[in-house]
């Protein structure tokens, strides 16, 4: 069984810095953060390849977010940096990379409960 839980969101003006983590167990594959705002479909933010430690971004995040994670792969980071209120969403984290392309929801298997990240102008 696996299971992801997220944590570190919150509330932030704009220019300010959140850093996401997720807990993971049962998993040790590739993994990655996504987010879906109010009434729009779920995008992928970024995603860690666990074979090869590749990072790839989506350009709206590039430059301002970094994704890492543990030594022991079982915790994933976002920092978030220069937010901007376009970046309001429940941010997911998501493992287990069934196919491509990675920044489609339905390629990936397993999902945690989100965790919501409010950027104020």
């Known amino acids: 069984q696996v299971h992801l839980m997220e944590s570190g969101g919150g509330s932030v003006q704009a220019g300010g810095s959140l850093r996401l983590s997720c807990a993971r167990a049962?998993?040790?594959?590739?993994w990655g953060w996504f987010r879906q705002a109010p009434g729009k479909e779920r995008e992928g933010v970024a995603m860690l390849n666990g074979a090869s430690r590749a990072t790839t971004y989506s350009p709206s995040v590039e430059g301002r977010f970094t994704i890492s994670q543990d030594n022991a792969e079982t915790t994933l980071y976002l920092q978030m940096n220069n937010l901007q209120p376009e970046d309001t969403a429940m941010y997911y984290c998501?493992?287990?990379?069934?196919?491509?392309?990675?920044?489609?929801?339905?390629?990936?298997?397993?999902w945690g409960q989100g965790t919501q990240v409010t950027v104020s102008s």
């Open positions: 049962g998993d040790w594959s590739s």
């Open positions: 998501a493992t287990y990379l069934r196919t491509l392309p990675w920044n489609d929801p339905s390629s990936w298997r397993y």
